[in-house]
């Protein structure tokens, strides 16, 4: 498939245990998501269920961090941490400035995206490892980081799930 125009990476990550996936596209502005959203759909209608699996949902988000090797990821966290949305911004300062270092540090971490939803004060964290060995290592000191950030911004953690990176591609390159 030929990336659509603005689309900049894409993250697909896999729970087998539970049989789910999570697909990731980054584009470069909403209006590249719009002009690329029939194109998906009509993808959806062409590759059988029972190979690209069924699509339950679509969430529009900002992304205020993305760093590192997204190609190089084999593992990822996802934490989620629900408060105030007048809080977002004081919090991603801090990840910014204070979480992202520290995490980006840990031996086998290989990258970080945040994701926000400010309507409803909603911020994902995907931090990506180099393999499921070192996100395992890293628990304890992710459990830390995670609860600091939380306590920092007023929020609760309302998930944390961990994935096997089936895919994770930058699109630089890959236009025809």
């Given amino acids: 498939m030929t990336p659509p125009e603005g689309m900049s990476s894409i993250l697909a990550l ?33 590759i059988p269920e029972d190979i690209r699996g069924k699509r339950t949902s679509v969430h529009y988000y900002e992304v205020p961090i993305f760093e590192g090797n997204i190609e190089a990821a084999k593992a990822a966290r996802v934490s989620v941490l629900e408060g105030s949305a ?3 911004e004081e919090g991603l300062e801090k990840t910014r400035g204070d979480t992202l270092p520290k995490v980006l540090a840990i031996d086998g971490n290989v990258g970080a995206i945040g994701l926000t939803d400010r309507d409803n004060g909603r911020v994902s ?6 393999s499921a060995d070192a996100l395992s290592a890293s628990e304890q000191q992710a459990d830390q980081l995670r609860q600091q950030t939380a306590d920092t911004g007023g929020q609760t953690i309302t998930n944390v799930a961990r994935y096997e990176v089936a895919m994770a591609r930058s699109m630089a390159g890959a236009r025809a």
Avoid at 15 to 28: E, Y
């Fill in 14 to 46: 896999d729970d087998k245990d539970a049989k789910k996936r999570k697909f990731f596209a980054f584009f470069d502005s909403k209006e590249a998501i719009a002009a690329a959203e029939p194109g998906f759909e009509q993808m959806g209608n062409t």
């Fill in 86 to 88: 007048e809080a977002i």
């Fill in 125 to 130: 964290m995907i931090t990506l490892w180099n």
